[in-house]
Structures are given as structure tokens and as C-alpha cells.
């Protein structure tokens, strides 16, 4: 899009459709792309470019487009978003005392910044599965060929949206 200031608002003076695959018009689909594109509005300041932050929403609409399973463009979008945003969850020491984290489950705590280790965690506390824990590793060290290989089950896709999108709600 091409832009002119106007005195209130912008106006818009040209727009052009990049070549490329498109997001299909399908109820789940186009809600992830709203969650993609409303996260990447948020954490934009205005009139500040942020190229990162666009490159990886540009990047989740397509996987959003050609994957079979949108859940996956998105959580990995949040996932990498996090980690431009500086707000990457300790995942491989106690995000309370820096010990390392014995194998396991281990509860996440978004206001602690990541997974506790036994002597940290507190009973009520839900305990996120070790292929949860694989999985957001693997997320946040940015392997993005390893991530498409993975098969993912519903219910660990499920575990690592919700503990991308605590991060996330945590602090914006």
C-alpha cells in the first residue's frame, strides 16, 4: 500500500495484491488471521516500522494459507513474535531461581517468565506435558524446519497456544 498524510487520517493512494497464496474464507482460518493480524497491530508502534514484526505476520498468512492445520502458522507467529518482542519464556531453567529444570513436566507461570522447577511450583498449579515443553523449545529456538516435521496432536497443540498466548496476554 502506498500512503499520503492526510491532515487527520492517511490516505490511501495505491494498492497493489502481491502474488502469493491466499488465506481461504473459511471461519477458522480467517479468525487466526485476525489474531495474526491484530497481535502484529498491537505491537506496532504508529508510524514506526517495524520490518520484523511485518516480515513474520506476512510469514504466518502464508502458512496459514497452505497449512493443513492453521493452528500451527499462527502458534508458530506468536512464538517468534515473543521473541522479537524480547518476552521469550524461560524454558530450560527455573524462571524463578535458574536452576536447571529436571526432566519432566514442569508448570509455566507467565508472571515468572517461564517454567518452575519442583521447589518453585505451588500444588494448583497445571503442569505443562514434556512434549509441550519439546515442542515450544524447538518454537522459540527458531528451527522452523523441525517445527513443519513435527506431527502434533491436538492436545499438545492445544498446550502450547495456551502457554504462547498467557506469554502474550502477560505482557501486552
Known amino acids: ?5 492526510g491532515r487527520n487520517l492517511d ?3 495505491e494498492a497493489v495484491r502481491p502474488p502469493g497464496p491466499r488465506v481461504a474464507a473459511e471461519v ?20 514506526h516500522p517495524a520490518a520484523e514484526v511485518f516480515e513474520l505476520a506476512a510469514g504466518a498468512l502464508d502458512d496459514l494459507a497452505g497449512e493443513d492445520d492453521p493452528r500451527r ?32 513436566p514442569a508448570p509455566f507461570v507467565a508472571a515468572a517468565g517461564g ?3 519442583a521447589d518453585c511450583e505451588h500444588l494448583e498449579m497445571t503442569a505443562v506435558s ?3 515443553i519439546k515442542v515450544l523449545r524447538v518454537m522459540v529456538e527458531g528451527d522452523r524446519a523441525l517445527f513443519l516435521r513435527l506431527r502434533l496432536e491436538g492436545d499438545i497443540l492445544a498446550e502450547v497456544e495456551g502457554v504462547l498466548e ?7
Do not use: N
Open 11 to 13: 490516505v490511501i493512494t
Open 73 to 104: 502458522g499462527s502458534a508458530w507467529f506468536c512464538a517468534r513474535a515473543l521473541e522479537v518482542l524480547g518476552y521469550t519464556p524461560q524454558l530450560r531453567l527455573c524462571a524463578s531461581c535458574q536452576k536447571p529444570l529436571a526432566p519432566g
Open 166 to 172: 498467557s506469554q502474550l496476554e502477560y505482557h501486552l
Open 28 to 47: 477458522e482460518r480467517t479468525a487466526y488471521a485476525g489474531l495474526v493480524a491484530e497481535l502484529a497491530d498491537r505491537v506496532c508502534e504508529e508510524r
Open 1 to 5: 500500500m502506498q500512503l499520503a498524510r
Open 130 to 132: 514434556v512434549q509441550g
Open 115 to 117: 517454567l518452575l522447577c
